[in-house]
């Protein structure tokens, strides 16, 4: 994953097989409400940051106190994502939220370490644009010269739970390499191209489809293996995706879908697209990991979705019949 983008999170998505569209709204999970049992985080030179779920007045109160403590700390020429410390005293939306209740998380990283951090401090991070997304928790005090942070990579993110699960999810890395194919330097696969004009993509991209196709840019694949089903074995799939640009499709129009590979053919389990989505909203995702984060024995996908800025981390989740984000950090949320 590149540089953070200012306006970004990372991307899970869980799957049980079938068709479905994305589902629009992103939060926490399917309604927007605080209400996953895990969190994302990550740790950069000795200091562990750690969200909180981004709710609207949560995010207002914290520009509220972001802007005061950084008066006359914080000038132009302060770096973006230079941590603010904040006081929990003067938060009492936060308070009554009791998302920043709980001190103490159990703390899982991509190389399935683990490790219990108490968080008892509260920052923000600094933002010349004001975009700076919600509160952190943080594991050590933050001085006010404290160099900025980069962001989540794929080497420090975190995922922070309540409660040591009893049994540590397996942490299933790619079995491939993300490959990018650009029509404007190589011929563009066959069967990905093949793979667009499946019933299934159609149907989701609706009325877009036609315009899409015949401005079709990019294709994207990767290989990899996960869980669907809680009680099957993992399985290798793959994730295949399309881009488009041009006069009907601005300069970034994406979507993707996750298959299944019989008899040399691919086939779509799920085809994600938002026609409603701004254009810097638009992403193409790269797989990080498969792992079971809910404990039901079925694996949840960790994605980094580039951006053209940059990258951010995502989650969804097969809820009635599709594609539904669980999770979305936000660490720069409007």
């Given at each position: 994953m590149s540089r953070w983008r200012p306006a970004g999170a990372i991307a899970l998505l869980l799957l049980a097989g079938g068709v479905g569209a994305l589902a629009g709204a992103a939060g926490p999970d399917s309604t927007g409400s605080?209400?996953?049992?895990?969190?994302?985080?990550?740790?950069?030179?000795?200091l562990r940051l750690l969200e909180v779920p981004p709710l609207d007045e949560l995010c207002e109160e914290k520009d509220r106190l972001l802007l005061e403590a950084s008066e006359g700390a914080c000038t132009p020429e302060t770096p973006d994502l230079t941590p603010v410390p904040l006081d929990r005293d003067r938060a009492p939306v936060l308070r009554r939220s009791r998302l920043a209740e709980r001190r103490t998380w159990w703390l899982l990283?991509?190389?399935g370490r683990s490790s219990q951090v108490t968080?008892?401090?509260?920052v923000a991070l600094y933002s010349a644009s004001g975009a700076s997304g919600c509160y952190f928790l943080a594991s050590e005090a933050v001085a006010r010269d404290r160099a900025p942070v980069e962001g989540p990579t794929e080497?420090?993110?975190?995922?922070?739970?309540?409660?040591?699960?009893?049994?540590?999810?397996?942490?299933?890395?790619p079995s491939g390499d993300w490959t990018l194919y650009d029509r404007a330097e190589t011929k563009l696969p066959g069967r990905y191209c093949d793979l667009l004009k499946a019933s299934e993509v159609r149907v989701v991209l609706g009325a877009r489809y036609a315009g899409f196709a015949s401005e079709l840019s990019q294709a994207f694949a990767q290989p990899f293996s996960a869980r669907l089903?809680?009680?099957g074995?993992?399985?290798?799939?793959?994730?295949?995706?399309?881009?488009?640009?041009?006069?009907?499709?601005g300069e970034l129009d994406a979507a993707w879908s996750v298959c299944r590979e019989r008899a040399g053919r691919l086939q779509p389990l799920a085809v994600v697209y938002d026609a409603d989505a701004d254009e810097d909203r638009r992403?193409?995702?790269?797989l990080v990991a498969a792992m079971d984060l809910d404990g039901d024995g079925a694996d949840e996908l960790v994605l980094s979705a580039h951006y053209g800025e940059g990258d951010e981390v995502k989650v969804f989740a097969w809820r009635g019949g599709g594609l539904v984000p669980v999770y979305d950090s936000a660490y720069f949320g409007q």
């Open positions: 605080p209400a996953a049992p895990w969190r994302l985080g990550f740790s950069e030179r000795g990283d991509l190389r968080f008892p401090h509260l080497e420090n993110l975190v995922f922070a739970f309540p409660e040591p699960p009893r049994t540590p999810p397996a942490v299933r890395r089903d809680a009680r074995r993992p399985e290798t799939l793959w994730l295949v995706g399309w881009a488009a640009s041009g006069p009907k499709s992403y193409r995702p790269e």
